[in-house]
């Protein structure tokens, strides 16, 4: 990459050389001469090369710009978007249970408990519990078939799946998820008694709708396994932070598990120092496991929202360095013209101009590849904005503010690339130009 980054800039300064050169190894000496002699700022073609030149440096910076104040725009927004828990001074670690040594869930589930209860013991840690899925983490999650058991049941292969999670006491006090009906789940929800589940409240309304869902009863897993509802939890986004899911299950850990624990503590203290902490409390229990990629929570909303991040930073950069060049760009092709005109300004200042006229020639002239530019760059603009509709999250690709802010300011940098030069011409001496012409 850095090879071909390298050929093309040289490949790039050769050919923006070869164009001029040719243009001046073909140039006609006597129109030459007579050009030269009028001070104008150059024949007709190049004029207008010129002024194509900034015209596509233009549309190109408005199109980038508009990009990546849709990306910016949609990416505060999704930081923004409520994903249900709340992450912050929330620990989590993963242990991994032997089939060996914890073959069945009842051996897991005793795990559990001797686990928290030596959690507890830490003065610094506010609360623990253990689950057995990390949410927005890739591939950490698990999903489950879900049927009512009234009306028609449908075969498995068409049946809804959810996001389940299996979680052991204090799951929704440590994560911060609120109970919003019912219970939360206690000791009696073990193997031997009645399956239990906590849902959603999308999903409560998605699948009993205005009814009352505590106590009503689903049918889970392949095996059509029977479950009460005994309670509703607020909406957690748990496997993309940009979509909602509209069903999330709940159920006990003494009931279903496997052999991979998540371990999650919330507390003020850094990652490391609490780290040291679990992993202490967890030698007690079983002195052979440790604890896999601890980390904050606050890191993996993060990472989940890493490749939108991506695409601002990009876009952003790339729109900055082409507004860059397009100013640059601008305030180089009048200030050429200018300097080329002197003679004529001077002319004109001497035959009555005033600073005002100058200003309004050269800011006229300077401008009008720019409007020209903008109005291309809005059409790109627009067609760049189909492109990121995936990428976008609850912003329009069409969105007018956003574009006529991005028009503005783009115009407004070409208006001070134009006034600078603008402002030098008419300060131009006429006696002086005219001695020098």
Request: some cysteine.
């Amino acid at each position: 990459m850095l090879g071909f980054t390298i050929a093309l800039s040289i490949l790039t300064g050769v050919t923006m050389g070869i164009y001029p050169a040719l243009q001046s190894s073909r140039a006609d000496l006597v129109e030459g001469l007579k050009e030269g002699g009028r001070g104008t700022s150059g024949s007709v073609r190049q004029q207008r090369f010129r002024k194509v030149l900034v015209g596509a440096q233009v549309a190109l910076s408005v199109t980038l710009l508009a990009g990546a104040a849709l990306l910016i725009t949609s990416f505060v927004k999704l930081s923004r978007q409520n994903i249900g828990f709340r992450p912050e001074n929330l620990w989590i670690g993963l242990v991994t249970l032997p089939q060996a040594q914890y073959p069945d869930p009842a051996t897991r589930q005793h795990f559990v408990e001797q686990t928290l209860a030596a959690l507890p013991a830490i003065p610094t840690l506010q609360s623990a519990t253990i689950s057995g899925d990390i949410p927005l983490l890739a591939g950490a999650g698990s999903a489950m078939l879900y049927s009512r058991p009234d009306g028609e049941i449908l075969p498995l292969d068409k049946r809804a799946t959810a996001p389940s999670h299996d979680v052991a006491p204090d799951y929704f006090k440590t994560w911060g998820i609120p109970i919003l009906a019912g219970r939360d789940f206690d000791q009696h929800d073990v193997t031997d008694h009645q399956n239990v589940v906590l849902i959603s409240q999308a999903g409560a309304k998605k699948v009993f709708g205005n009814e009352n869902p505590i106590g009503k009863t689903l049918l889970v897993t392949s095996a059509s396994t029977p479950v009460e509802i005994i309670g509703v939890v607020g909406d957690v986004r748990s496997r993309r932070v940009a979509d909602p899911d509209d069903m999330e299950i709940y159920r006990p850990w003494a009931q279903e598990n496997f052999p991979f624990a998540v371990v999650a503590v919330r507390s003020n203290s850094r990652v490391e120092a609490v780290t040291k902490l679990v992993q202490s409390a967890l030698n007690t229990v079983d002195p052979a496991l440790a604890i896999a990629i601890p980390q904050s929570m606050d890191t993996i909303v993060a990472q989940a929202l890493g490749q939108a991040r991506l695409m601002m930073w990009l876009l952003g950069i790339f729109s900055g360095t082409a507004l860059l060049l397009a100013a640059v760009g601008i305030y180089g092709a009048v200030a050429y013209t200018v300097k080329q005109r002197t003679g004529e300004i001077g002319v004109r200042m001497a035959l009555g101009a005033q600073t005002a006229d100058v200003l309004r020639l050269v800011v006229k002239q300077g401008m009008t590849p720019v409007i020209i530019g903008l109005v291309i760059g809005l059409a790109a603009a627009l067609a760049l904005g189909r492109l990121l509709t995936a990428q976008l999250y609850e912003v329009s690709a069409h969105n007018p503010a956003l574009l006529a802010a991005t028009s503005v300011t783009l115009a407004i940098v070409a208006l001070l690339a134009c006034l600078i030069p603008a402002r030098r011409a008419s300060l131009v001496n006429p006696i002086e130009a005219l001695r020098t012409e």
